[in-house]
C-alpha cells in the first residue's frame, strides 16, 4: 500500500529524475558540494522494519530529496521509500542534514541492493549503495561447558562439574578455567555477547574467616567469555579475557580462607537477533578431607585422602 502510494504519488517526479541522472552523468556534478557521507541501513526481521537514513553535510538548502531504492536479487522485488530531515517517522533531528525514515517492510530470505540517492535542485543525484543480507536466524546453543582446575605450573585436568567438584588447596592458590562450546548457525559475528554470573550464597569457610557470603547471582561487566576457536560447527568462548588471564579465575588456598560449597555459575549467551539464551550450572567446591579428591589428577595435594602417591 505504502509503496503504491509513494510509487504513485513520485512516478512523474521520478521519471524526470531518471532522465535528469542520465544528462548528469555526462556533466560532472561540479556545482554542488554535496556528499552522502553515511548510509545506514537497518533492518529488524522480528517486526519487519527497516530504519534508512543518509547523512549529507550539513548545509543542505540544495537538497530537493532523498530516497532509497531496493531491489532484490533475482529482481522480482522493488520498491522506494523517501527519507525525511523534518524530525519525523525516525528522523530525530529537522533540518541537520540527516534524512531518516522507518518503515514498514517484508523481505524474504535473498540478498538486496540498497541506492541512496540525493537529488539537489539542479537535478544532480549522489548515490550510496549497500548490500542488505537477509537470511533465516537461528538463536545460539550452548552445547557444552568445559571446566579446567588449573594449577600454577600449568598442569590442569578437565572434570565434569556433574559429578566431581572442583578441589580446594591447602595452601596454594589454584584456577578455574570455563570453556563454552557454542553454536549459532549465522555465524560468528552474529554472537553478541557471552557473559556469566556467579551466586556463592551457599560457599562457607572456617569460622576464624568471618566470610559472609552475598546473595543473589552477581554480575561485573568484566564477566564475560571472549571467543577462542572455532571446530566445525562450533564457536569456543573462555573465560579468559583482557580482564582475566591464563590460567583463570583465582581460587584461594583454604590456609587464606578459602571459601567450600556450591557456587552457581550462570552463562548467557546473546546474539543479535534472539533472546538471550542462559544456563545454570552447579559447582561444588570442596577440600581435601572432605572425601572427594581427585587422587589420579592430583595426588601429592591430598595424601590423608590418597595416601601414598606413585
Ligand atoms: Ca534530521
Ligand atoms: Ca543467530
Known sequence: MLKRYIKHKLAPLYFCLIITSCVQEIQKPDNTDIKIIDFI????????????????????????????????????????????????????????????????????????????????????EIIKSKTLHVEEQFAPE???????????????????????????DDSNYVFLDIQLEIMDKNGLEDIDFVRYQINVENMVAEDSCDYIPVSGYQSF????LDFQNSTDSTFIFDINNDYLEEPGIPVKPISLCGRTGITLFKFIVSDQ?????????????????????????????CLIECGECE
Open 41 to 124: 541501513v537497518d533492518y529488524d526481521q522480528t517486526n519487519n522494519e527497516i530504519f534508512l537514513q543518509v547523512n549529507t553535510e550539513l548545509e543542505n538548502q540544495e537538497i530537493t530529496m532523498v530516497f532509497v531504492e531496493i531491489f532484490s536479487e533475482d529482481n522480482l522485488f522493488d520498491t522506494l521509500f523517501v527519507l525525511n530531515d523534518s524530525a519525523d517517522n525516525g528522523d530525530l533531528i529537522s533540518s541537520n542534514g540527516t534524512y531518516s525514515g522507518l518503515f514498514y517492510l517484508m523481505l524474504s530470505f535473498q540478498s538486496y541492493q540498497l541506492n541512496s540517492k540525493v537529488i539537489t535542485e539542479t537535478g544532480v
Open 142 to 168: 550452548i552445547n557444552k561447558i568445559i571446566f579446567y582446575k588449573k594449577n600454577i605450573d600449568n598442569t590442569y585436568y578437565e572434570f565434569n562439574p556433574d559429578n566431581e567438584p572442583f578441589l580446594i
Open 221 to 224: 561487566p568484566q564477566w564475560y
Open 273 to 301: 537477533n534472539s533472546n538471550p539464551v542462559a544456563i545454570e550450572q552447579p559447582l561444588l567446591f570442596a577440600k581435601c578431607g572432605d572425601g572427594f579428591w581427585n587422587c589420579d589428577e592430583d595426588c601429592e595435594s
